[in-house]
């Protein structure tokens, strides 16, 4: 290829014209972009205007795709425009046409000061010269190792997403017309052009591009092989923190299973009782009454519950231990969102931020408090008030049909007992769909600043409702029924039945989509064009993001934690399921999914919150289901206890348990010693260099 350098006095405001004219005049080789990992900078690249950042390679880190009907003049003016300085309104990146400069697609790069000053904003830590993490200041860039060469400074995830967070957070400086489009499409004063442009049909798709090399070496090291250990610093350079963190507690979790499954194999295989029960909650023949059972199994069951309460706790403390040690590697604890721009989605009246002194739209705290207030916590208990009333009429269904059975007696009323639990899993799947578009609404409507809180409060709205959804039938066999042997039943069956569907719908229907109708769409070889290679990757199903493998691993965490006492072997399951797991989850987003944008995370945020809400829950459920025990309610009956000094028993036992719990989330620390004292440093030194640029 023939190629030139990179340069100029103008940033990308000026080349655009320039662009149009080589491309039109340029050979087909010349036209054709290079290779992903190191691109000579030639015809079609806008210029930069930092002599700093005017390098001979540039690698294409994301493909923004167009409308089919977008015009050429619009196209080129997105071009200046995301190749612009910062000070007149650009995103100072660097933007390719493509080999076509009326195509549909622009790739975009990043130079070295771009990059750098995002860096700062976003609050992440890089390797200082003394070989100590510190938070990053672009003024004393010079100093931090590696701050010369962007693919070794930065990962590949990072660099991804400071494009995305550029091109997101573009402003129109004044009302501007877009060339190409109608005039209803007009910029205002602070409009937000990326969104703008969305709405407007302009921008259709943005992703992050894979770097194959990168990428198959990922593979082998990650799930080709027979290795047990996740690279799990390959993985957050490669897919970034988010997804890291999520690999990270899964391995966590994982092998946290092992003393629980021990103990249930232990339980189940010295108590005769036990395994009676594990044979009839699997086989469903000849259920026994819970009033059955021996003492020494109630004793099994008791050692269960109390080790399943300690167990959680002392999970989530090590993990927070764990999660504050890979934040400080991975340069992740010292974020300042609150500082950056503000997300695509959020408005209010422009004026200036009194922290950052930037001119920005501004909503007050107060009215955002007053609409969660108001509306959507309103709207969350309306719905599930909609999942108690689908749970209610199951059961009057299927006490309907089981007397109308009885009378009957026919091959048609033996179909009709099916009917109330079809009906009931379709009622509840609209009602999880139609929650889903509300929940979006409704956290659109409390116009959050940054993106971490909007994710964050749409994730807990959906959590509450898909954790109500799940263990609401559970909790109501257990505390209303008060049928212990059908809670057993009822949670082998969800253990074993939906462990295998998981499977199947994440991993085997993709891949056979994948591999019969998607990929025969996309071969390439080694001699087409970059463009086509990259064109092909947008054929590939957006990835859906992590919400429902962590609901999963919640899921989990909540038959072990709240009902493990009832059925020992859960843990053994998951284990066996948890294997496997780690292996197809990595497969699909390695080869299943288009490569997702990641933002930089400190921890698994409003999850980990959610597993300790569990965690203490643990203590109610399991002394629930421990006061219905025979052994108990026989040493009651001997000693002539009232039913009320049995209940206020179970409540102080309940609240010692809390206490112990309490106690030993004290006296494990949050993080290590040393991570806390790293951490304070970087604050302290962060405050020092604020002082001096004031």
Same mark, same amino acid.
């Given at each position: 290829?023939?190629?030139?350098?990179?340069?100029?006095?103008?940033?990308?405001?000026?080349?655009?014209?320039?662009?149009?004219?080589?491309?039109?005049?340029?050979?087909?080789?010349?036209?054709?972009?290079?290779?992903?990992?190191?691109?000579?900078?030639?015809?079609?690249?806008?210029?930069?205007?930092?002599?700093?950042?005017?390098?001979?390679?540039?690698?294409?880190?994301? %493909?923004?795709?167009?409308?089919?009907?977008?015009?050429?003049?619009?196209?080129?003016?997105?071009?200046?425009?995301?190749?612009?300085?910062?000070?007149?309104?650009?995103?100072?990146? @660097?933007?390719?046409?493509?080999?076509?400069?009326?195509?549909?697609?622009?790739?975009?790069?990043?130079?070295?000061?771009? *990059?750098?000053?995002?860096?700062?904003? %976003?609050?992440?830590?890089?390797?200082?010269?003394?070989?100590?993490?510190?938070?990053?200041?672009?003024?004393?860039?010079?100093?931090?190792?590696?701050?010369?060469?962007?693919?070794?400074?930065?990962?590949?995830?990072?660099?991804? $997403?400071?494009?995305?967070?550029?091109?997101?957070?573009?402003?129109?400086?004044?009302?501007?017309?877009?060339?190409?489009?109608?005039?209803?499409?007009?910029?205002?004063?602070?409009?937000?052009?990326?969104?703008?442009?969305?709405?407007?049909?302009?921008?259709?798709?943005?992703?992050?591009?894979?770097?194959?090399?990168?990428?198959?070496?990922?593979?082998?090291?990650? $799930?080709?092989?027979?290795?047990?250990?996740?690279?799990?610093?390959?993985?957050?350079?490669?897919?970034?923190?988010?997804?890291?963190?999520?690999?990270?507690?899964?391995?966590?979790?994982?092998?946290?299973?092992?003393?629980?499954?021990?103990?249930?194999?232990?339980?189940?295989?010295?108590?005769?009782?036990?395994?009676?029960?594990?044979?009839?909650?699997?086989?469903?023949?000849?259920?026994?009454?819970?009033?059955?059972?021996?003492?020494?199994?109630?004793?099994?069951?008791?050692?269960?519950?109390?080790?399943?309460? %300690?167990?959680?706790?002392?999970?989530?403390?090590?993990?927070?231990?764990?999660?504050?040690?890979?934040?400080?590697?991975?340069?992740?604890?010292?974020?300042?969102?609150?500082?950056?721009?503000?997300?695509?989605?959020?408005?209010?009246?422009?004026?200036?931020?009194?922290?950052?002194?930037?001119?920005?739209?501004?909503?007050?705290?107060?009215?955002?408090?007053?609409?969660?207030?108001?509306?959507?916590?309103?709207?969350?208990?309306?719905?599930?008030?909609?999942?108690?009333?689908?749970?209610?009429?199951?059961?009057?269904?299927?006490?309907?049909?089981?007397? @109308?059975?009885?009378?009957?007696?026919?091959?048609?009323?033996?179909?009709?007992?099916?009917?109330?639990?079809?009906?009931?899993?379709?009622?509840?799947?609209?009602?999880?769909?139609?929650?889903?578009?509300?929940?979006?609404?409704?956290?659109?409507?409390?116009?959050?600043?940054?993106?971490?809180?909007?994710?964050?409060?749409?994730?807990?709205?959906?959590?509450?409702?898909?954790?109500?959804? $799940?263990?609401?039938?559970?909790?109501?066999?257990?505390?209303?029924?008060?049928?212990?042997?059908?809670?057993?039943?009822?949670?082998?069956?969800?253990?074993?039945?939906?462990?295998?569907?998981?499977?199947?719908?994440?991993?085997?229907?993709?891949?056979?989509?994948?591999?019969?109708?998607?990929?025969?769409?996309?071969?390439?070889?080694?001699?087409?064009?970059?463009?086509?290679?990259?064109?092909?990757?947008?054929?590939?199903?957006?990835?859906?993001?992590?919400?429902?493998?962590?609901?999963? *691993?919640?899921?989990?965490?909540?038959?072990?934690?709240?009902?493990?006492?009832? $059925?020992?072997?859960?843990?053994?399951?998951?284990?066996?399921?948890?294997?496997?797991?780690?292996?197809?989850?990595?497969?699909?987003?390695?080869?299943?999914?288009?490569?997702?944008?990641?933002?930089?995370?400190?921890?698994?945020?409003?999850?980990?919150?959610?597993?300790?809400?569990?965690?203490?829950?643990?203590?109610?459920?399991?002394?629930?289901?421990?006061?219905?025990?025979?052994?108990?309610?026989? *040493?009651?009956?001997?000693?002539?206890?009232?039913?009320?000094?049995?209940? *206020?028993?179970?409540?102080?036992?309940?609240?010692?348990?809390?206490?112990?719990?309490?106690?030993?989330?004290?006296?494990?620390?949050?993080?290590?010693?040393?991570?806390?004292?790293?951490?304070?440093?970087?604050?302290?030194?962060?405050?020092?260099?604020?002082?001096?640029?004031?």
């Amino acid at each position: 290829l023939t190629m030139s350098k990179a340069g100029g006095d103008e940033g990308g405001s000026g080349s655009s014209s320039e662009t149009a004219k080589q491309l039109e005049n340029a050979t087909p080789a010349e036209k054709v972009l290079s290779k992903p990992s190191a691109t000579t900078i030639g015809p079609g690249w806008t210029k930069v205007s930092c002599p700093c950042c005017v390098s001979e390679r540039v690698e294409p880190l994301v %493909l923004v795709k167009l409308g089919q009907k977008v015009r050429p003049e619009t196209k080129r003016w997105l071009i200046r425009l995301i190749g612009a300085p910062q000070k007149d309104g650009g995103a100072a990146l @660097l933007a390719h046409p493509g080999e076509d400069a009326s195509g549909d697609i622009i790739v975009v790069s990043a130079p070295r000061c771009t *990059l750098l000053r995002a860096t700062e904003e %976003l609050g992440l830590c890089k390797t200082y010269r003394n070989e100590d993490m510190e938070a990053f200041s672009y003024n004393d860039r010079d100093n931090f190792k590696d701050s010369d060469n962007m693919e070794v400074f930065l990962t590949l995830a990072e660099r991804q $997403y400071i494009v995305k967070y550029e091109l997101d957070g573009l402003r129109a400086q004044r009302d501007l017309r877009i060339p190409g489009l109608s005039d209803r499409y007009t910029l205002q004063h602070r409009d937000n052009i990326w969104q703008k442009l969305g709405s407007a049909g302009v921008i259709v798709d943005m992703f992050p591009l894979h770097n194959p090399g990168k990428l198959k070496d990922l593979s082998e090291a990650w $799930y080709s092989g027979n290795q047990l250990a996740q690279p799990l610093d390959s993985v957050n350079g490669y897919f970034g923190s988010s997804v890291a963190f999520y690999f990270s507690f899964l391995d966590f979790y994982t092998w946290s299973l092992l003393p629980p499954a021990i103990l249930g194999l232990s339980i189940t295989y010295f108590s005769g009782e036990v395994q009676k029960e594990m044979d009839e909650s699997v086989s469903g023949s000849g259920v026994t009454s819970f009033e059955d059972d021996s003492g020494s199994a109630v004793s099994g069951h008791m050692i269960q519950a109390v080790f399943s309460m %300690l167990w959680s706790t002392v999970v989530m403390e090590l993990w927070k231990r764990r999660s504050s040690s890979l934040s400080y590697r991975w340069g992740t604890l010292h974020l300042s969102e609150r500082f950056a721009e503000p997300r695509p989605g959020f408005h209010g009246d422009v004026g200036v931020n009194p922290v950052t002194g930037r001119v920005e739209p501004l909503f007050p705290e107060w009215q955002r408090n007053l609409r969660m207030a108001l509306v959507s916590v309103p709207v969350v208990g309306l719905f599930l008030g909609l999942v108690v009333l689908g749970m209610l009429c199951f059961y009057w269904g299927e006490a309907q049909v089981q007397q @109308l059975h009885k009378d009957w007696d026919s091959l048609l009323s033996q179909t009709l007992l099916y009917t109330p639990s079809v009906l009931h899993i379709v009622y509840t799947n609209m009602l999880a769909t139609a929650y889903k578009k509300v929940a979006q609404s409704l956290t659109e409507y409390e116009n959050h600043r940054e993106e971490s809180a909007f994710e964050n409060h749409l994730t807990a709205k959906v959590l509450v409702f898909t954790f109500f959804n $799940y263990f609401a039938v559970l909790f109501h066999i257990a505390f209303f029924k008060q049928d212990v042997p059908l809670l057993r039943k009822r949670l082998a069956s969800l253990l074993i039945v939906t462990q295998l569907v998981n499977q199947v719908t994440e991993v085997v229907i993709p891949f056979l989509v994948d591999r019969f109708i998607s990929a025969p769409h996309r071969r390439e070889s080694k001699d087409d064009p970059e463009e086509d290679k990259f064109r092909n990757q947008s054929t590939l199903p957006a990835f859906p993001g992590l919400f429902a493998e962590y609901i999963e *691993l919640l899921v989990q965490f909540g038959y072990l934690s709240l009902f493990s006492c009832v $059925y020992p072997l859960t843990a053994v399951l998951l284990l066996i399921n948890n294997l496997t797991e780690i292996r197809s989850d990595a497969y699909k987003i390695c080869k299943l999914f288009r490569k997702p944008f990641s933002p930089p995370v400190a921890n698994m945020g409003v999850w980990q919150i959610a597993f300790e809400v569990l965690s203490f829950a643990s203590v109610v459920t399991n002394c629930w289901l421990l006061l219905l025990s025979p052994w108990l309610q026989k *040493l009651f009956q001997e000693g002539r206890m009232s039913s009320t000094n049995i209940l *206020l028993l179970a409540v102080l036992v309940e609240h010692v348990l809390i206490l112990v719990k309490v106690v030993l989330a004290v006296l494990i620390p949050d993080e290590p010693d040393w991570i806390r004292k790293k951490r304070e440093h970087i604050e302290y030194t962060s405050m020092q260099a604020l002082r001096q640029q004031v």
